[in-house]
Structure formats: C-alpha cells, structure tokens
C-alpha cells in the first residue's frame, strides 16, 4: 500500500510539473495538445483575457470545462469568471473573483485603472453609445496631454528662446517618450502581476 501510495504521489508531481511547463507553450502548441487538454485550454483562455478578448476567452473556457474533470470544474470556473471580469472590464466583479479565487485581489488603484480602460475601451458587448463614448474620451484625452506636454515645453522654451516649429517639435518627442516609459512599465508591471497570480493558482491546485 505503501509503495502504491508513493506511486501515485510521484506521478500527480509529475502532472503536476507536465500543467505547468503549459504556460511556456505557444498558441499553436497549446491547440494541438491532446494529454492535457482542458489545462491547455484554460492557460489559452487565460491568454485571451489579458488580451482583452473576451469572446475567444470565453469559448476556450467553456473548452476547458467539458475536457476537465469533475473534481477540477470547481477551480476551472473560478479561473475563468476571474479572467473573464478582466476581460469584460469588470473591475467590481473583479475583486469578488479573486477572493473566491483564493488570488490577492487588485489593488484600488488597479481597479481605478480597469474602470477607465472600461470607459475608453468598453467590450465590443458594451454596443455602439458606450464605444463612441470611449472615443470621445480618447480624443479629449490626447488633446489634454498634447496641451501639458506644449505648456511644458513652453516654459522651458521662453527662457531658451525656442521658436513655435521647435516647440511644437519637442512637444512630439516629449509626448512620445512620456507614452513609450508609460507602455513599458506597464507591460512590466502586468507581467510581474500575470506571473504572481499564475503561481498562486497553481499552488492552489496541487
């Protein structure tokens, strides 16, 4: 019996190892796996969310569901409903599924964040008024940053005696370094964040 139940412990950390290596898999690969076919869903699933679409999230989820096993449904569904609040920009709900989870939940200003991409990017489920309302807010947005950015340059220029065209000219660059620094701390931050709640999920699952 003994022997018996080593057996199956090694084998579940070799599962256990195999799920995990998913993660480190291409789109393509993940499609194509037949062993571990409802985690590989899920981890493409996963990847849909964080890319904001939240259709092909939801059709591999439901894939994931009907490959899963009983006993892993529960965790499936509360992967999913996590992903999916993302997704959708659901910051409200957000919160409800990280707890139920067993994730740390985002913090306010995380979910400030969500909010606002809400408004200016809504789901394509959100219908025609709340996307035309994400553009308006796009376009007052810009006009507000390109304003600071030339009231900067300005200021600077009225000492150094800087003419309008160059003004105008160190405005752009000073827009476009201020975004680039902004997308890549961004990314960072998101990676850090996608890779820490990977963990916790696992963890949760052994």
Request: proline content about 2%; cysteine-free.
């Amino acid at each position: 019996m003994a022997k018996q139940q080593r057996a199956i412990r090694i084998e579940q950390k070799g599962q256990m190892a195999a799920i995990q290596q998913l993660e480190s898999r291409s789109d393509e690969e993940l499609a194509a796996e037949t062993k571990y076919k409802a985690h590989a869903q899920l981890v493409l699933g996963t990847r849909a969310a964080e890319r904001m679409d939240a259709k092909a999230a939801r059709a591999h989820f439901q894939r994931a569901l009907v490959a899963a096993r009983p006993q892993e449904r529960m965790q499936f569904r509360r992967v999913a409903d996590h992903a999916l609040a993302i997704a959708e920009r659901r910051a409200d709900d957000v919160k409800v599924a990280a707890q139920r989870l067993g994730v740390e939940a985002p913090s306010k200003k995380q979910l400030r964040g969500l909010r606002l991409l809400g408004l200016i990017a809504p789901p394509k489920s959100a219908g025609m008024l709340p996307r035309l309302r994400g553009v308006a807010i796009v376009v007052v947005l810009i006009v507000l940053i390109l304003a600071v950015a030339f009231g900067i340059v300005s200021a600077i220029g009225a000492v150094a005696g800087i003419s309008l065209d160059l003004r105008i000219f160190w405005t752009m660059v000073l827009v476009l370094v201020a975004g680039g620094t902004a997308v890549y701390v961004g990314r960072r931050r998101q990676k850090a964040a996608q890779a820490k709640r990977a963990e916790q999920i696992a963890a949760r699952g052994r």
